[in-house]
Nanobody
């Protein structure tokens, strides 16, 4: 059974930091590109960052220099370190696993991040 379970969300003040985790099970984690998406109230889901199977990261312009994505293939976990958080970062953050060869694509249920004073 495939599972992606996000954790680490919560309420933080502007300028603060949070670290999200996504624990994967039920598939060969190392063979998948891992992504973090977010969806703010009333907005479409957007790609925040992704990391390739080899560990190469890419970021949306809106988070570049503030967020860091990483993965630990031994722990089947992907992380999103979020620093210098802004109110506009408030959203539900979703973990995604994708394999372009097989076409398989998995989603977590999301974790809420609220940036507010």
């Amino acid at each position: 059974q495939v599972q992606l379970v996000e954790s680490g969300g919560g309420l933080v003040q502007p300028g603060g930091s949070l670290r999200l985790s996504c624990a994967a099970s039920g598939f060969t984690f190392s063979r998948y590109v891992m992504r973090w998406y977010r969806q703010a109230p009333g907005k479409e889901r957007e790609l925040v960052a992704h990391i390739t199977r080899l560990g190469n990261p890419n970021y949306a312009d809106s988070v570049k220099g503030r967020f860091t994505i990483s993965r630990d293939n031994a722990k089947n976990t992907v992380y999103l370190q979020m620093n210098s958080l802004k109110p506009e970062d408030t959203a539900v953050y979703y973990c995604n696993a994708g394999n372009t060869l097989s076409g398989l694509d998995y989603w977590g249920k999301g974790t809420l991040v609220t940036v507010s004073s």
